[in-house]
């Protein structure tokens, strides 16, 4: 050993130097971890190609077919990425669910209600929103239906980036709106679907929210609020998980198993009544034997919301799967048909091959870049606990049920993140309420000055603004993009 290598200072300098390297290591492995789901999702892109070249190889539009596949995984690889979050969000916020468990439930589920329960006959381009005819051609109709799929997939990325959950339906559809305005003009437009659709801005999240807010006020009101909070558990919370297993039959059977069995509104309430009662009769006695032994305060009250909860993410995440994966395979679905037959204003029925693209890329979505909005959702616009969380999941089911029977459209976003934001300002809404009630008695004691009553508000506001302001252009944002887009591709390819 020399000198200069025995001496302290150039052990010092050598440790320096390798807490250095050990923060540049640490560094590059956070800098990579996006390099990483990015370099997956391009792989899934390019294999989703691959599969629809060697189908479509050997026939005339081969290419369309390639790059329409791939533009539809991308799509699908972006509703994973932020619509399942809306189901998974509460679950995980209130500690119900890991990230890696929810993550592992969602893909199960999702893929499991794409494959089994989606792909029923889409009669109309993105629910009607334009008319096929009105193409002219079916060159057009594909440029129109390409330009709204990867406008859309666009939208959502960026959202998805910027932290806002979005409705993905919503981008299909203003993806649709803007081709088809590009396309054929605005009388190709059905304006009376998009008035409905607008409503549903509206409608969706505050229906959520009130509903979500109910339930929160029943919980509170007869349970939490009682002096024996276990027995008055005991005698509730069969009820509420009868009303959830009700409430997600009926659910299912009307929304998630339209491919299986055609079931009308008043047969599926039926079936949700029935199985309520069964699942209420069946819970007396496992929620007693589950209280046994739990003291008499809130946080117990956790432990008897933790299972309903799980199971309620699980079946919101099928019925996601049967549903939504349209929004990324029914534009690709009909570029298949028209580019193969030359037909594009007849049903479109979408392939098997279309739905394993949309089932996987939403899995993979979810699994690469679905955590950033699952916390949003579920911790970041207002503290969750299984009990406010189970009102929010409760509140999706019986909002879908309600604007089924009223024959509105809804987003199945903007009712979870609705539901999120009614638990939120019912809380506020309390705490505000109580401590009205406690300066009567103890006026010194609670006179909170401004600066003090804003930093307790419970509902993120700056969260709630950009939210609601990603809802209100989405439409509009898709719309123009996906005309821009319409318009470069028909310059290229006409």
């Known amino acids: 050993m020399t000198e200069q290598q025995g001496d302290p200072r150039h052990l010092e300098t050598l440790d320096r130097d390798l807490a250095r390297f050990s923060r540049l290591e640490t560094a590059t492995g956070y800098v990579s971890r996006p390099m990483v789901g990015v370099g997956v999702s391009l792989v899934f892109v390019l294999l989703a190609g691959i599969a629809a070249m060697s189908l479509f190889g050997q026939e005339n539009n081969s290419f369309i077919v390639i790059i329409a596949a791939c533009l539809g995984a991308y799509m699908a690889l972006n509703i994973g990425a932020n619509d399942v979050a809306n189901n998974m969000g509460p679950a995980v916020g209130a500690n119900a669910l890991s990230m890696g468990g929810a993550i592992a439930i969602a893909v199960v589920f999702e893929s499991a209600g794409a494959l089994i329960a989606g792909g029923d006959v889409v009669s109309t381009v993105a629910k009607g929103i334009i008319a096929p005819e009105s193409m002219g051609t079916a060159s057009v109709f594909i440029w129109a239906m390409m330009a709204a799929l990867l406008s859309a997939a666009l939208w959502v990325n960026l959202a998805t980036w910027i932290g806002a959950p979005v409705s993905t339906t919503h981008s299909v559809v203003g993806g649709v709106m803007g081709a088809g305005i590009a396309a054929a003009g605005f009388a190709a437009v059905s304006w009376s679907t998009m008035g409905k659709i607008a409503a549903s801005w509206v409608i969706s999240p505050v229906l959520g929210g009130a509903i979500a807010a109910m339930f929160l006020w029943l919980i509170k009101s007869r349970i939490i609020y009682r002096d024996d909070k276990i027995a008055a558990a005991r005698r509730w919370v069969p009820i509420l998980v009868g009303i959830m297993a009700g409430a997600f039959a009926s659910y299912l059977a009307l929304k998630g198993l339209k491919k299986i069995i055609k079931i009308d509104l008043t047969t599926a309430l039926m079936i949700g009544a029935a199985i309520g009662v069964l699942v209420w009769i069946v819970m007396i006695p496992v929620i007693r034997r589950q209280s046994q032994g739990l003291e008499n305060r809130n946080k117990s009250l956790k432990v008897l919301f933790g299972i309903p909860l799980v199971v ?47 089932a996987f890329g939403i899995s993979f979505g979810l699994l690469l870049f679905g955590p950033k909005l699952i916390r949003m959702v579920g ?25 089924s029977w009223l024959g509105l459209p809804v987003s199945s976003t903007h009712i979870a993140v609705g539901g999120v ?22 006026p010194d004691r609670t006179n909170y000055p401004p600066e003090e009553r804003r930093r307790r508000k419970l509902v993120r506001r700056s969260h709630f603004m950009t939210i609601l302001a990603a809802w209100v252009i989405t439409v509009p944002a898709a719309a123009i993009l996906s005309g821009i887009i319409f318009y470069l591709i028909s310059a290229v390819l006409a």
């Not at 395979?329 to 030359?342: E, K, M, N, R």
């Open 379 to 403: 911790g970041q616009i207002t503290k969750l606990n299984p009990m406010r969380a189970y009102c929010v999941a409760l509140s999706a089911a019986i909002t879908v049920i309600v604007a």
């Open 421 to 442: 934001f009614g638990v939120g300002f019912f809380r506020e809404w309390d705490a505000e309420r109580r401590i009205r009630n406690a300066r009567l008695k103890m």
């Open 312 to 358: 309620s993410a699980a079946l919101l995440s099928f019925a996601h799967g049967a549903n939504d994966v349209a929004n990324a395979v029914g534009p690709l679905a009909a570029i298949v048909q028209a580019s193969q037959s030359g037909s594009f204003t007849d049903a479109i029925s979408i392939p098997l091959w279309v739905m394993i693209i949309g």
